[in-house]
């Protein structure tokens, strides 16, 4: 979880507000260890990407890439209070920046809400990896539900305004959030972008996070309901190996389901998989292509501005 990266120091820029906070932060780290044979293990850390690249070097010099695997188990650097590891930081000095780090999160949040909750607007984090199909749901869901209430998004990436543009193309306000080198939407940014975005009342926000299963589970945006989005095209091992992700979810959307003919994922099992980790894990399956689902899907966000009209 990059909170121990000391979230916060780089480069974030809301579109139209110019040059906006530094909120981004360099994820790179390298580092080494030389094991009882001779071994040398060389560890670069791309928390931007969440990619860990580790490169084995033998004494007899014939590099080469591999997942640790000859027969020498798993190596493990999630153990410990803080869950994560840093070159020369104790858990304790982890542990201390993240709950830092998260407790000023956590202020914005709060604020976030008290205002949506005094406006009747329902707001739905959207969070999955890269190519889930996310936008493209949401471009579906913005043009079948037009008209039946307001909706403004607010749209995360690292780079582009790519996904804002075919939001906008809907009809719908859009609001880009460009992170640099940060991987996750925050509370701060999610203060900024309504702020300059205008959101109605008594109206459907949709928060579209960066694509990554790991970093925007730890931080609340003020929203009502968690959404994961999942697609049949990706691992069904996918929430044991990104738990927090979906321990954290409301509900989780199968997309992409009109592939599955030609495709060998089995979806009972994933689900299976993320009700280890949430039991009662609301799950719905559905197709952007063919409209699948989309019902239920838009039945769930009808009842939640509802909810949210009724607390105004």
């Known amino acids: 979880m990059c909170t121990v990266c000391g979230c916060g120091d780089g480069e ?64 493990h650097y999630g153990h410990g209070a803080a869950g994560a590891s840093v070159p020369g930081m104790s858990q304790t000095r982890l542990v201390r920046i993240e ?13 976030n809400r ?3 909750a005094a406006k009747g607007v329902f707001v739905l984090n959207l969070m999955s990896s890269p190519g889930s199909g996310k936008t493209t749901l949401l471009a579906r869901t913005l043009t079948d539900l037009k008209g039946r209430f307001p909706v403004a998004v607010i749209e995360g990436d690292q780079q582009t305004s790519f996904d804002a543009d075919r939001i906008r193309a809907t009809g719908a306000r859009a609001i880009q959030i460009n992170t640099g080198k940060g991987c996750h939407l925050d509370a701060q940014m999610i203060t900024q972008a309504v702020g300059g975005l205008g959101v109605a009342d008594d109206s459907v926000l949709f928060i579209e996070n960066v694509g990554n299963l790991v970093c925007p589970a730890g931080f ?16 069904e091992d996918k929430p044991l ?19 599955l003919p ?16 949430k039991p009662g894990l609301e799950v719905m399956q559905v197709s952007s292509t063919t409209g699948q689902g989309l019902d239920a899907w838009y039945t769930w966000i009808d009842a939640g501005l509802a909810k949210a009209r009724r607390r105004a």
Do not use: C, W
């Open 114 to 116: 008290q205002l949506f």
């Open 220 to 235: 609340d945006l003020g929203e009502a309901r968690k959404v994961v989005v999942l697609s049949v095209t990706e691992g």
């Open 262 to 277: 030609h495709l060998t994922f089995d979806v009972e099992r994933m689900i299976g998989y993320a009700r280890q980790l």
């Open 99 to 111: 709950q830092d780090i998260l407790a000023k999160n956590d202020s914005f949040a709060a604020v």
């Open 12 to 75: 974030t820029r809301i579109e139209g507000q110019g040059q906006g906070r530094d909120e981004g932060h360099v994820h790179h780290h390298e580092h080494e260890h030389v094991l009882p044979d001779g071994t040398v293990i060389r560890h670069t850390h791309d928390h931007a990407g969440h990619s860990h690249a580790q490169a084995h070097v033998h004494d007899h010099g014939h590099g080469h890439d591999h997942g640790h695997d000859h027969g020498g188990g798993t190596l």
């Open 241 to 259: 190996k990104y738990p927090n992700m979906f321990a954290a979810a409301d509900l989780l959307l199968v997309t992409k389901v009109d592939l």
